[in-house]
C-alpha cells in the first residue's frame, strides 16, 4: 500500500458517492479519488466541485461510464489500473432503482438493476484482482431494503440482499491478502435515488448523504478495523 492512498468511488455523480468522494478529496493521506458515473453536466459540475476542495496532496480522476454495460465497466477497470495504479480503497456505491409492484415488472429494468447495483461491483472486484489489485478496503453500499423486502421495491430489495451476501463471501475469500470487506446499509437519505422510492418524503426530515459519506470514511480508516463491518445500518 502506498503511503497516499489510493480511492475510487462509483456513482461520485451526487447523492452519498459525492458526498464521499469529497471526504476522501479533503484528506491529505490521499493521493488519487478516482471517481465513475455516465456522463453528463451533474458529473462535471460534480468533479468541478471535488477539484475545487480537494487539498493540495489529491489529483481528482473522472470515468465516464455506464455501468449497467458489462464491457464498459470491464474496459473501466482495466483504464484505472493502466492509469492510476493500484485502487487501495473502493467504494462501490453506484445504485439504480425503478421502483413497480411485481405485475409490471419489466424484466429488462429487473436486469438493469441487477448489472449496477449486483454485478457491477462484483466486476470492478474481480476485474481489479485479475489486473494485479490489492485492496486495503473494499465498501459495498447495500440498502436496509436489502435486509427486509418492501412491497414495490423487489428489484431494488432482491440487488441490495444479494450485495449484502455477496460482501461476506469478499469479506472471507479477501481476508489473505489483507483486504476487508464492508457492507454499508444506509437506511433512507436525502438523494434522488430516495425520491424515485418515496416522491412525497421531505428530504429535509431524513439524513443527509454526508451522513453516510462519514460513516463510510470512518470503515476505511484506522478505528474501521475494529468496527463490525460485515453489514452496517447506518441510519436514523
Ligand atoms: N438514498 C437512500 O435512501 C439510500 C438508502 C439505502 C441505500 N442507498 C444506496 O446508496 C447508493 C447511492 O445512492 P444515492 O441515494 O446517493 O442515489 P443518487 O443520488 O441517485 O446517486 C446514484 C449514483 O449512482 C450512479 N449511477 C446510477 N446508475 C448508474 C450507471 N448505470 N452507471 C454509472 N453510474 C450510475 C449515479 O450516477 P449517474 O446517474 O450520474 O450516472 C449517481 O452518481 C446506492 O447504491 C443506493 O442504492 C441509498
Sequence with gaps: ?????????????????????????????????????????????????????????????????????????????????????????????????????????????????????????????????????RFEVVVNVASTAGMNGRSGWLTYSASKAAVINMSEVMREELAIYGTRVACVSPGRCATDLRRALAPDEDPATIMQPGDVAAAIEMLASDVGRFVDSANLVVRQ
Excluded at 493521506?29 to 471517481?35: A, R, S
Aim: proline fraction near 5%.
Design 1 to 133: 500500500m502506498s503511503e497516499q492512498r489510493s480511492v475510487m468511488v462509483t456513482g461520485a455523480s451526487k447523492g452519498i458517492g459525492l458526498a464521499t468522494a469529497e471526504r476522501f478529496a479533503r484528506r491529505d493521506d490521499v493521493g488519487q479519488v478516482v471517481v465513475v458515473a455516465r456522463d453528463s453536466p451533474a458529473f462535471d459540475q460534480a468533479v468541478a466541485r471535488l477539484e475545487a476542495v480537494a487539498s493540495p496532496s489529491v489529483k481528482v480522476w473522472p470515468h465516464r461510464v455506464d455501468l449497467a454495460d458489462r464491457a464498459a465497466t470491464l474496459a473501466l477497470v482495466d483504464d484505472v489500473y493502466a492509469m492510476h495504479g493500484n485502487v487501495d480503497v473502493l467504494v462501490n456505491n453506484a445504485g439504480y432503482t425503478r421502483p413497480e409492484p411485481i405485475h409490471q415488472i419489466d424484466f429488462a429494468e429487473f436486469e438493469r438493476t441487477m448489472a449496477v447495483n449486483l454485478y457491477a461491483p462484483f466486476t470492478v472486484v474481480q476485474g481489479l484482482l485479475h489486473a494485479g489489485n
